[in-house]
Structure formats: structure tokens, C-alpha cells
């Protein structure tokens, strides 16, 4: 079983309030534009990161992270990417893949807009975890906090912060 917080979109931007919670992870995912990787090296240094670039990362993130990484987490496929589409409208750049071989879960960020929905001709899940960073035009920051548990996918929680 696994704890795991799903974050998008911090465009530079990490506070005491969004390490708390990744403090009470097992692992923090990231799903692109990270902007400075001190985000991403303030994460790595409380728990394990799989994070990808985003559209607005420079060279240092994109040779870190790749654009998309798909892997394993106990008994469940994760594919992860920044510009992903939703179902019925994937991007062009993973639409034929993915109905190819479609993964379990199907994580992407670039919208700003938290969305959580399952793909029934794919029979996958869609996790979008919004924007927990302050710039865009988002007007509440999120986050996505849910435990993998073997094969299954529960518990799913969204983190709320303030108005930008």
C-alpha cells in the first residue's frame, strides 16, 4: 500500500503548506511544469519523486525528467504526462498509444482545472490534479492525495488551498 500526492503546475512555487503534506506521502508525483527545480529538490529531499517536464521547463528539467513516465506502482500501470488531453480528446502527441496500450491510470496537468474521470472505452482512470502553484488563472490551488493499495485505487482526497 501506497500514499501517494499527485501535484501539477507549480511553476516555481513550493510552501510549508504543501511540504506538510508531502511529509505525509510514501511518494509525491508531479506532473510538469515544475518551473525551478527547487521544487522538485525540497520533494526529493522528504520523499521519492516521479515527476516529468511540463511546456514552460527549461533544459536543466527537461534532462531530469522525461516527458512521459509510465511505470508500475504496486499492481497498477501509471502513465504520467503534462499535456495529456482528456478521454475522448487525448493529444495528438500519446492519442494513438494510448488506445494502443492504455495504462490503469492516465495522469496529466497543463489545464489548471482538477478533473478526476474514469475512461470507459479505455477502461482507465483520468487524474488531473489542477494547479497548486500561484500562477495562472486558477483561482484555488489543488492537490491530490490517494492510496494505491495492490490493484486498486482508493481514498482519493482533494487538497484545497487558499485563493491565489
Known amino acids: 500500500m501506497k500514499k501517494i500526492l499527485l501535484l501539477s ?17 510514501d511518494e509525491v508525483w508531479h506532473a ?5 527545480l527547487n521544487v522538485t529538490n525540497q520533494i526529493k529531499k522528504l ?23 509510465r511505470f508500475m506502482c ?14 475522448n480528446r487525448y493529444d495528438i502527441r500519446i492519442r494513438d498509444s494510448i488506445r494502443k496500450n ?7 496537468g497543463h489545464s489548471h482545472i482538477l478533473k478526476v474521470m474514469p475512461d470507459k472505452k479505455l477502461n482507465l482512470l483520468h487524474m488531473n490534479p489542477g494547479a497548486v502553484g ?16 495492490e490493484s486498486n485505487i482508493k481514498d ?9
Open 102 to 108: 492504455p495504462p490503469d491510470l492516465f495522469i496529466c
Open 134 to 149: 500561484k500562477y495562472g488563472f486558477h483561482k484555488v490551488r489543488t492537490m491530490l492525495r490517494f492510496v494505491i493499495d
Open 156 to 164: 482519493l482526497e482533494v487538497i484545497e488551498f487558499e485563493n491565489r
Open 74 to 87: 504496486e499492481g497498477v500501470d501509471v502513465w504520467i504526462t503534462h499535456i495529456g488531453g482528456y478521454p
Open 32 to 36: 510538469g511544469d515544475i518551473g525551478d
Open 9 to 25: 503546475d507549480t511553476h516555481s512555487y513550493i510552501d510549508d503548506a504543501i511540504l506538510k503534506h508531502v511529509k505525509q506521502a
Open 47 to 69: 520523499k521519492p519523486l516521479k515527476a516529468v517536464f511540463g511546456n514552460i521547463d527549461g533544459h536543466e528539467a527537461r534532462t531530469e525528467f522525461p516527458e512521459n513516465n
